[in-house]
């Protein structure tokens, strides 16, 4: 059969025609089977090209009477970009004006823990981390030498990352690698004679428990924004992964109320109790479940 096809002459009108008629068909499969469903969620991502030109990409998941996964529309998950949720143009008004009837449109799950996030207001411990690490990372000739003395370290640890306000995940990584390895940051700046300033919080206690606290709550961050993200994950196992991740949060602030330091590994291993209370973090793990709550108010509401 390989073959034949590959004997077979074909002229670019001819293969052109059979593309067309390929993604007519596909269309009308699509179609067919979303006429015959009762109910289906829908999905929709908008980017835009390399022309800047916006495409607009929809998922739709189909469940017949046979339960083939393949029902009039029930549900529509939105980025929160106006396109999509705008009163007059949006996407989702839009739909529910030619369906002359409501939907259930929900904000994009991953995108709403993102957004929970950004209560972390702990720049102003950030700020000398980020320093520290562009200090050896953004000069090459630092970083080969950061290298070179640490080199049995980094190759257990990992290398330092810089810090990213674009992904989700940088933060944390670029944190934890730095916590790994902040015994030789402290020992290559004092050698440099570089940062003086930042060498000297990285030696008090204090700033220390923010910083492994912080570098605790967002692996744990860090943890659920991946859970979210595994291939093939319904709307209901999001859902269920977030009321699991706040009753984590429960569990962390009724923990650390009674002094109980397991879920924060490196906290627990330098905390001493007569350097700080730990009412702040107890208070932080508070506001991030009551944050939790209000963004994901409408799945407790409706009992999904």
């Known amino acids: 059969m390989s073959a034949y096809v590959k004997d077979t002459t074909l002229s670019r009108n001819t293969i052109m025609r059979r593309i067309v008629e390929i993604s007519s068909d596909i269309s009308k499969q699509i179609s067919c089977n979303t006429t015959n469903s009762k109910y289906f969620p829908l999905t929709l991502d908008e980017n835009c090209d390399i022309t800047n030109n916006p495409q607009l990409s929809i998922f739709i998941r189909n469940v017949n009477c046979k339960f083939e996964v393949t029902e009039e529309l029930g549900t529509s998950t939105k980025d929160g970009a106006p396109c999509m949720t705008s009163k007059k143009i949006g996407f989702v008004n839009l739909l529910a004006e030619f369906l002359n009837r409501k939907l259930n449109n929900y904000h994009c799950i991953i995108r709403r823990e993102a957004l929970c996030a950004k209560i972390l207001k702990f720049d102003h411990f950030l700020k000398p981390v980020s320093q520290c690490i562009n200090k050896i990372r953004a000069w090459p000739f630092n970083h080969r030498l950061f290298r070179t003395l640490f080199n049995d370290v980094i190759h257990e640890s990992g290398e330092l990352l810089l810090f990213c306000e674009v992904r989700w995940l940088a933060k944390g990584k670029a944190l934890e690698r730095f916590w790994n390895l902040k015994d030789e940051v402290i020992e290559f700046l004092e050698i440099n004679n570089e ?110």
């Open 195 to 304: 940062l003086p300033g930042e060498c000297e919080l990285l030696r008090d206690i204090n700033w220390l428990n923010d910083i492994a606290y912080l570098t605790a709550i967002l692996g744990h961050l860090n943890i659920l924004n991946e859970r979210l993200q595994y291939e093939r994950n319904i709307f209901p196992v999001l859902v269920d992964t977030i009321n699991s991740f706040m009753s984590r949060l429960c569990l962390f602030e009724s923990n650390i109320g009674m002094g109980n330091l397991d879920h924060f590994v490196r906290l627990k291993s330098i905390y001493l109790p007569t350097d700080i209370s730990l009412t702040s973090f107890k208070n932080h793990v508070s506001s991030l479940y009551k944050s939790f709550q209000e963004r994901f108010s409408r799945f407790k509401e409706e009992e999904i």
